[in-house]
């Protein structure tokens, strides 16, 4: 997939993009980047890979001129430290990477950061801030279980006026900070150990970063956001197979694409 530039205009506040991975992702990890830089509307001060300690994935930085940064510095736990399986199923680091995600204030310098998936590629030019509001890229559907999660976390129903869970979203550092202290503030613990223990583990799907933060955002201040379609595409094949032409075709509808390949957050415990 190309990486040459779009031609169209850069501008608004400036963004850091941070993107949790692993090694099963380097076969499509350098079209996300590649893809952030030609599509992302906004200036990129940083891209900051957070990833287990790996010689690959490092070299992969150097070469992408991104920082890395190991996953175990970012929390004050690491991903064995997360009970969160049934005998067919081990969602501990998936969970992880959530919680990743979460601390991305504390990785981050710029006011506002990006969060994407590592199999997740932009095919069409994208904004995430306008006219001082933030752009949620949203689908029609999503998993009960987050919301009862959110309903536990923050005493409240979610509005949910669309699904958040979009493979990629903006956050606002203050109000990413303003919703840990809500959940602190409320059950007395650390942010972490509180969306841990609210989750009804018995269920594959019990927590999701984006829906609470977006829902979060949208309950306090409604106005100060602007909804629009993701348009996402899972496709099986691999990011490197399409040509520029299948890629053409594909932006006539969609906005981005996922390579759906991950199975290191979500692969049963070895017995």
């Known amino acids: 997939?190309?990486?040459?530039?779009?031609?169209?205009?850069?501008?608004?506040?400036?963004?850091?993009?941070?993107?949790?991975?692993?090694?099963?992702?380097?076969?499509?990890?350098?079209?996300?980047?590649?893809?952030l830089r030609r599509y992302v509307r906004h200036p990129i001060s940083n891209i900051y890979i957070v990833s287990p300690n790996s010689s690959k994935i490092r070299n992969l930085c150097s070469r992408k001129n991104c920082i890395f940064v190991n996953e175990t510095t970012v929390l004050p736990f690491t991903k064995k430290d997360i009970h969160y399986s049934s005998s067919r199923w081990n969602r501990s680091g998936w969970l992880y990477q959530q919680l990743l995600k979460m601390n991305g204030d504390h990785i981050c310098r710029e006011s506002h950061f990006l969060v994407i998936d590592a199999d997740t590629v932009l095919i069409r030019p994208h904004r995430f801030r306008t006219g001082g509001k933030s752009i949620f890229y949203c689908r029609n559907w999503s998993q009960p279980e987050y919301?009862?999660?959110?309903?536990?976390?923050?005493?409240?129903?979610?509005?949910?006026?669309?699904?958040?869970?979009?493979?990629?979203?903006?956050?606002?550092?203050?109000?990413?900070?303003?919703?840990?202290r809500k959940i602190e503030a409320r059950h007395g613990m650390s942010w972490h150990?509180?969306?841990?223990?609210?989750?009804?583990?018995?269920?594959?799907?019990?927590?999701?970063?984006?829906?609470?933060?977006?829902?979060?955002?949208?309950?306090?201040?409604?106005?100060?956001?602007?909804?629009?379609?993701?348009?996402?595409?899972?496709?099986?094949?691999?990011?490197?197979?399409?040509?520029?032409?299948?890629?053409?075709?594909?932006a006539r509808t969609y906005r981005s694409l996922s390579f759906h390949q991950r199975k290191g957050y979500s692969t049963p415990p070895k017995h």
């Open 1 to 35: 997939m190309s990486a040459t530039s779009s031609g169209l205009s850069v501008s608004g506040p400036a963004i850091d993009v941070l993107i949790p991975a692993i090694e099963k992702d380097l076969a499509t990890l350098p079209h996300v980047i590649d893809s």
């Open 147 to 180: 919301f009862r999660t959110y309903r536990k976390l923050l005493g409240t129903a979610a509005p949910s006026p669309k699904s958040f869970v979009t493979h990629y979203m903006l956050f606002e550092k203050a109000k990413l900070a303003g919703l840990k």
């Open 193 to 250: 150990a509180a969306i841990i223990r609210s989750i009804d583990k018995t269920k594959q799907f019990g927590f999701s970063e984006f829906e609470t933060y977006a829902n979060y955002v949208y309950s306090g201040n409604s106005a100060s956001v602007i909804l629009k379609n993701a348009n996402n595409k899972s496709l099986k094949t691999s990011a490197a197979s399409l040509g520029k032409a299948q890629i053409r075709k594909y």
